[in-house]
């Protein structure tokens, strides 16, 4: 057993190769993340006719760095009635599965390096739309664990609110996915993307499967008009209520780092990914080396990345919160049968195609 063990050539370098992306990956998420408070109070300011941060830096650049080790320098305060362990845990929960999305995005082809092939997804598996799915649906239980954990009834009340509009919303965000299923047969992103490169993009065959699922990505989010979880002038600040120093750091910068991936996801299934708009990748790839043509994706899946970030942004500071009943109303009441109806239309002219059938 252990001379067969012995003879398995184990790649290390591919082992090497994929530590580093994910080391590239986190530390670009974070950075993003950070950046991201700049550019939302940048926009805000813009919006409302002000400058915004312009102290720290040039131009407010240091602003994220500021408020990072202000964070840090924060006493650690626990409350005496609280859970501990799961106290600590909640945080931790949230930031660990806004990570772990990040795994299945391709962030473009591959770079040809010391004359291997270095992919630039970190795992490329057949299911990474379910993977995306599953590692989401934990999220919801760093909100409930930290709400309850506190054991502050604000607190409770908002982790209740978080869990109830992510379970409701996943619902219909499912059944948009359905409907585009039907159409790629695949439920691989680098497959997904490579069939956007060859055709349309895939938000030009399912616009209102693609409105959808962008509506559902603000309630995952908890992004304005369906931040109801965290409804500072209801529930005195939210589920994080309690939370001093990084500990609400990690919660804070789950959200950002969630309305990071959650872009990339977005760009990848309905805008072609990392695909560059009217440009052959292949007679680029050949004619000025593949290399430069992997950057110029990185580039183009950014670029596609910060327009629904400020998307995001934009929306917050111009559509007022929903009550909380209008915000189940839509979810149950509108974007569920609306998926539903997405997912039967696209099934049966999926079907017409592939019988033929005319007229």
Known sequence: MYSTLLSINFDWLLLIE??????????????????????ERKVAAFMQDRR??????????????????????KEEIIPNSSNRFLFVLGPGLAMLTAMMTSAVVPWGSHFDLFGRHISLQIADINIGILYIFGVVSM???????GGWASNNKFSLLAAIRGASQI???????????IALLMITGSLSLKT???????????VLLQPLGFLIFLICAFAECNRTPFDLSEAENELNFGYH??????KLGFYLFAEYVNMFISSAVMATLYWGGYDVPFLNDATFGQAHGQNLLAT??????????????????????????????QLMKLGWKVLIPLALFN???????????????HF
């Open 18 to 39: 994929k530590a580093v992306l994910i080391a590239i990956i986190i530390s670009v998420s974070l950075l993003v993340a950070m950046y991201e408070t700049w550019g």
């Open 296 to 325: 110029l994706q990185v580039v183009s899946l950014f670029v596609k990345i910060v327009a629904f970030i400020f998307f995001f942004m934009w929306v917050r500071w111009t559509i007022p919160r929903f009550r909380y009943d």
């Open 139 to 145: 999220g919801v239980y760093g909100i409930m664990i």
């Open 241 to 246: 209520q309690e939370y001093s120093s990084m």
């Open 192 to 202: 997904i993307v490579e069939q956007q490169q060859t055709g349309h993009y895939y």
């Open 343 to 357: 997912m039967l239309v696209t099934g049966f002219l999926v079907l017409l195609k592939q019988n033929h059938w």
């Open 167 to 177: 379970i409701s919303y996943e619902l219909a965000m499912g059944i948009s996915i």
């Open 52 to 73: 915004g941060p312009n102290r720290a830096g040039p131009g407010g650049l240091f602003q994220p760095l500021a408020d990072g080790l202000k964070l840090f320098a």
